[in-house]
């Protein structure tokens, strides 16, 4: 089976949901931020930190397409898509988009210290939201709202397009 590729924005669920389809779907699992920092050798929040996000955004391109494309869920970071060369790599794969409200983000991430873009107070996440959002369904083969689902509920819809 072709690899599916999760996209979203950060707190859409794509790690969640990923594991979960990836063992219905009896296929292994991939996290791109997880490779990234395995590569680095150092957390996503350091990297961002010590190196800059251009340092992040490279690193991601270069996890991403050394990613198989047959037998694997891959969840891809929330930025992903902000490359073209991303976007062109992706627009030839099975992508699913998990399309989530600023308001179902915002009350997930309230208590996350983890990602970087989300602890920087400079950055309108919304408009950031606003501004993917259709980067995502322009490469997105399907999309899948996940706002009032839970994840069983996802996995489900996903898994009926691809069993």
Request: aromatic share 8%.
């Amino acid at each position: 089976m072709k690899s599916i590729f999760l996209v979203g924005f950060m707190g859409s669920g794509k790690s969640t949901i990923g594991k979960q389809l990836a063992k219905k779907l009896k296929l292994n699992y991939l996290d791109t931020d997880d490779l990234i920092e395995q590569t680095a050798n150092k957390k996503i929040k350091t990297i961002f930190a010590e190196d800059g996000e251009n340092v992040f955004r490279d690193l991601e391109h270069q996890v991403l397409t050394s990613t198989s494309d047959l037998g694997y869920v891959i969840s891809t970071g929330g930025g992903i898509v902000e490359r073209q060369e991303n976007r062109a790599w992706l627009s030839t794969k099975q992508v699913v988009y998990l399309k989530t409200s600023w308001e179902t983000i915002n009350e997930r991430l309230q208590a996350d210290q983890d990602r970087p873009i989300w602890q920087d107070q400079s950055r309108d996440k919304q408009l950031l939201l606003t501004k993917r959002d259709s980067l995502y369904r322009d490469i997105a083969k399907i999309t899948i709202e996940t706002d009032n689902q839970g994840v069983d509920q996802i996995v489900d819809q996903i898994y009926s397009i691809f069993e």
